[in-house]
């Protein structure tokens, strides 16, 4: 099965419970990977928008906009596709190599 059909088949539309799922499926992920702890725990920091209290939803989570483009750049087509859990592995296993690398 090619790519473009696995991300056909696990775009999701709604915020409903295959979001929740979705995004547990790529924490279990994560969990499941000690190694990769500090490395999500700095990404999802520098996620967070400047500023975050000042807009809402007043939380630290990402910019909706930003993570549709970081969609539409990885899988393509409108960016309503949910990322899988071994991409997000493999991201944060380069964002550690490059944090190595640069400092």
Do not use: I
């Not at 928008?49 to 807009?55: G, I």
Request: some cysteine; overall charge positive; glycine content about 10%.
């Amino acid at each position: 099965m090619g790519r473009v059909t696995a991300c056909r088949r696990n775009r999701r539309r709604e915020e409903g419970t295959d979001g929740l799922k979705s995004r547990l499926a790529v924490v279990g992920a994560v969990v499941r990977r000690p190694g990769l702890w500090p490395t999500a725990a700095r990404q999802a920091v520098r996620l967070v928008p400047a500023r975050w209290w000042a807009r809402p939803p007043f939380l630290p989570v990402p910019d909706r906009r930003y993570l549709r483009f970081r969609m539409v750049t990885q899988y393509g087509a409108d960016g309503e596709v949910r990322a899988e859990p071994r991409d997000v592995l493999s991201y944060l296993a380069w964002c550690r190599r490059m944090h190595g690398v640069g400092g």
